[in-house]
């Protein structure tokens, strides 16, 4: 029998570089096995990593690796599925078939027709068509060198408390239990595809030394200990040590569902780690996954955890580098780059958690594995976006039942989930003690109603201002309120150069900053407040929840309750201030017109005005319950019919041939908004990546490195750019190019649309 192979090796004339089939094969299948084994489905882990390249068993695809023609060579591992383990091959066919390009629809539905041109090709039609005869595989079978489960051993366990044998939720479990084999499946390819094309980065990945939980536990506890032994006895410091002793307590329950409710200030970011590590020990757990739903309280969140565990233990993982649609087997080594979250701290954003769960896409599905066994803290939980709320909460239960997974809902402005799960879950409360939140946090600010204002009256009162945040739903309006501010500055005398106001403690925050620069400002902007220097900062609502500043005065343009609160969250923080920080709640209007907003938000703000009416006019924290409990009555939770599509039975009564992996997939969009990100050679770190980037042979392996140096760009605004010849493409990355006539990114607000140019060079 003459040799097969998966990969071409270093030299294209010598096979003996090259890679054996059956050696990726029985490697991906050790691999895909071990993971699967999790969540008790390791044979069926093993059956995906030794059929998913049968295909390459053709002669048509030997001859690909000689500069051939391409070759199908997936759908021969989902034939041969489908006939040795029948309905369970039809199962495990969708991963084998989408194991390079994204898994599809199981066939065309009548709700996708109007979407079809841009679907993959349907399963049931793949499995077809012919395609290039896979015979040599068998002969590996017979040989010895490729062993296949028998059919009998693939087998779905069943075990009390596991959703899997519950009828209501057995159709979703099936959709969340494939998303985890394919997750074994690709992350296990390309983990063995790295070994082999790239072995520096494998030996790199292996040679880390990564702290155990029971190490990560015992350095967490001896920095607590000495931080609350520098504490002053303040209220607001022991309100936080009964928060921390709740969330060790709580730690000892059994794994499952939990909520984690805390005033702003209380602690969250160090207490729930707490309980995520302390769990993780007690019941042999993996990781522990901090969700949330801003970069920049990610970025704060991860520098926080590195400067306590070391960077090593800490992965920080924002950037939408993910190359999910990378399709061609040469372009391997960029799909290599993508994280795995193989990490015992992982800090990741709401988007690339659940996006992950619901993505079609190897590139974001190579984690989804990981979080079998982990413990997940959701941070501002309240954030979970109501039109995706069912399906969030169906997978989130889903992980706790069927995954071993502990998930803590953490929040100062916990939603009202009650009788909203779909699968009838009660989570936990982890702090029972809370005779101390009076005392520390009752005070600490006094909200008070603007009403409508209109612009230029926020404008002076803010000039007015010497040390004050605003807070604004849009990033137009944050640019114009701004851009106001500094001028009459400037007109005053107080600012000699409008483009660097923030040298007078003028400052403008929004996504539109890559994240290094808006660290670099918050660094200065603490550093004013904790001097008492003016500092006038006009943000959008990326600084309000999670963000550690401490202002005496906080404006916030009216939104939904739960928004306002989480702004208030950085109005007399550390309690200060006897008398409280004031907190001012106002519209803005402009010639007397109020300004609107998008659909959701009008209808937030809405339901935030009847609920202060009610409430005699007044606003405060008690309305928070109530706000949501008339949010989620009026809101569609499940608008796209994600839940609905998944939960039907007739996915279970077709024997899977109607799964809508691909359609779901699509439809689950945390932000709707699609964005491109730009790579921006911002400061001197950026330049030298930039340099590093344009003399790399694996460009895509930077990609981990150059998300803080990344803005999100929407899509419509990307070919303005590319008209004016600001970006540069090096695939898979677009760069903002450094020009010695203009600059398309400010030193004070970011990158700005074409025409708003300025002509200079990027600084350092």
């Not at 590590?277 to 757990?285: G, S, Y």
Request: net charge negative.
């Amino acid at each position: 029998m003459a040799e097969l192979y998966a990969h071409t090796g270093s030299d294209l004339d010598d096979v003996s570089t090259w890679q054996t089939l059956s050696d990726h094969a029985n490697e991906v299948a050790r691999r895909a096995e071990g993971f699967a084994a999790k969540f008790e489905m390791g044979q069926w882990g093993r059956a995906l990593g030794l059929l998913h390249d049968a295909g390459k068993a053709s002669s048509g695809f030997q001859k690909r690796l000689q500069g051939g023609r391409p070759v199908d060579h997936a759908t021969a591992g989902a034939k041969i599925a489908i006939e040795r383990y029948g309905t369970c091959g039809q199962y495990i066919a969708y991963a084998l078939c989408g194991h390079h390009g994204g898994v599809a629809n199981g066939k065309i539905r009548s709700d996708c027709l109007k979407r079809q041109a841009s679907l993959r090709t349907p399963l049931k039609e793949r499995l077809g068509k012919d395609v290039e005869s896979y015979d040599d595989f068998f002969d590996l079978v017979e040989a010895g060198e490729i062993v296949l489960p028998e059919p009998d051993q693939l087998v779905i366990p069943i075990r009390p408390g596991r959703s899997f044998s519950c009828t209501g939720s057995k159709a979703f479990s099936t959709f969340a239990l494939e998303r985890f084999l394919y997750s074994a499946l690709v992350d296990a390819d390309y983990l063995d595809a790295e070994r082999f094309m790239t072995p520096e980065a494998a030996d790199a990945r292996e040679s880390r030394d990564l702290a155990s939980m029971e190490e990560l536990l015992a350095k967490f506890e001896a920095h607590m200990a000495d931080l609350m032994g520098k504490a002053e006895g303040t209220p607001v410091n022991r309100a936080r040590r009964s928060v921390y002793e709740d969330c060790l307590a709580a730690a000892l329950h059994d794994p499952g569902l939990f909520t984690m409710t805390v005033p702003t200030g209380g602690g969250k970011t160090l207490s729930s780690m707490a309980f995520g590590l302390r769990h993780a020990v007690e019941h042999d757990l993996d990781r522990v996954i901090v969700a949330i739903p801003f970069t920049s309280i990610v970025e704060q969140t991860a520098a926080t955890l590195k400067n306590v565990f070391g960077q090593v233990n800490v992965l920080e993982h924002h950037s939408n580098y993910d190359f999910h649609d990378l399709d061609d087997e040469e372009k391997a080594r960029q799909r290599l780059a993508v994280q795995n979250w193989d990490a015992p701290i992982v800090v990741t954003t709401n988007v690339q958690l659940f996006e992950s769960l619901f993505s079609n896409k190897p590139g974001k599905s190579r984690k989804v594995h990981n979080m079998a066994n982990s413990v997940i803290v959701l941070d501002e939980a309240q954030t979970l976006p109501d039109a995706l709320l069912e399906s969030s909460l169906a997978m989130l239960e889903e992980l706790a039942s069927g995954f071993g997974a502990s998930i803590v809902l953490c929040t100062a402005t916990q939603p009202a989930l009650s009788g909203l799960w779909p699968f009838g879950s009660e989570p936990r409360e982890i702090v029972q003690h809370r005779d101390l939140f009076d005392d520390a946090f009752g005070g600490r600010v006094v909200y008070d109603s603007l009403g409508v204002i209109e612009e230029d009256g926020l404008v002076e009162l803010l000039a007015g201002c010497h040390e004050v945040l605003c807070v604004v739903g849009t990033r137009n309006l944050a640019r114009t309120i701004y851009d106001e501010v500094v001028r009459r500055a400037v007109d005053r005398g107080e600012v000699a150069d409008s483009a660097r106001a923030f040298d007078e403690g003028y400052y403008h925050l929004s996504a539109f900053m890559v994240p290094a620069h808006r660290t670099v400002m918050f660094e200065q902007i603490r550093s004013r407040l904790a001097n008492k220097e003016r500092c006038v900062v006009v943000s959008t609502q990326l600084v309000e929840a999670g963000v550690d500043v401490d202002f005496p005065e906080v404006y916030r343009e009216l939104a939904g309750l739960d928004s306002v609160v989480q702004a208030a969250g950085r109005c007399n923080r550390e309690g200060r201030m006897p008398e409280g920080g004031a907190v001012h709640v106002f519209e803005c209007a402009v010639d007397g017109e109020r300004r609107k907003t998008g659909a959701w938000l009008e209808k937030m703000k809405s339901i935030a005005r009847d609920a202060i009416r009610l409430n005699g006019n007044t606003l405060d924290e008690s309305l928070i319950p109530s706000f949501f409990e008339t949010r989620y009555d009026t809101e569609d939770l499940d608008s796209k019919k994600i839940f609905d599509k998944l939960s039907s039975k007739d996915l279970i009564l077709s024997g899977f041939e109607t799964m809508p992996f691909e359609q779901c997939a699509l439809d689950y969009r945390i932000i709707e908004d699609d964005s491109v990100p730009v790579f921006v050679p911002w400061g001197e770190e950026g330049r030298r990546l930039l340099r590093e980037l344009l003399g790399s042979e694996n460009p895509a392996g930077m990609a981990m490195r150059l998300q803080r140096f990344s803005v999100g760009v929407p899509v419509w605004s990307i070919e303005g750019y590319k008209k004016e010849d600001a970006v540069q493409e090096l695939e898979p990355f677009l760069i903002l190019k450094e020009d010695g006539c203009r600059s398309f990114y400010r030193e004070d607000v970011g990158l700005v649309a074409p025409g708003e140019e300025v002509l200079e060079l990027l600084s350092c």
